[in-house]
């Protein structure tokens, strides 16, 4: 119900900074919570962030916490994920979805079988 679409990806410098947009249409955007995710090949697709519908409780995942920020605006239907201090490592795409629940590290996806196109984030070095 809930058509949600990635962007900002592109390539950065290693030790540089980009943000991440998630862009929400179709639905109740303010009562979802949304999780951003990964994928490299050869890599399960990791949990790197989720945020609730308020913005009241955040995840980081312990790979990026300290450099990404997960916030969100609900009046722009977006979540974002500044990422900050980047690594090679985290080279990927990115995928953004929505959550029926998370905690920590845990989470339900909505509908595991949504997974958008993704952006893809390219680090230098």
């Known amino acids: 119900q809930v058509h949600m679409v990635e962007s900002g990806g592109g390539l950065v410098q290693d030790g540089g900074s980009l943000r991440l947009s998630c862009t929400a249409s179709?639905?109740?955007?303010?009562?979802?919570?949304v999780g951003w995710f990964r994928q490299t090949p050869g890599k399960e697709r990791e949990f790197v962030a989720g945020?609730?519908?308020?913005?009241?409780?955040?995840f980081h995942a312990a790979s990026v916490r300290g450099r990404f920020t997960i916030s969100r605006d609900n009046a722009k239907n977006t979540v974002y994920l500044q990422m900050s201090s980047m690594k090679p490592e985290d080279a990927a795409v990115y995928y953004c979805?929505?959550?029926?629940?998370?905690?920590?590290?845990?989470?339900?996806?909505?509908?595991?079988?949504?997974w958008g196109q993704g952006t893809l984030v390219t680090v230098s070095s």
């Open positions: 979805a929505g959550l029926l629940t998370f905690s920590g590290a845990r989470y339900h996806l909505i509908d595991p079988e949504s």
């Open positions: 179709g639905g109740t955007f303010s009562m979802l919570d």
């Open positions: 945020i609730s519908g308020s913005g009241g409780t955040t």
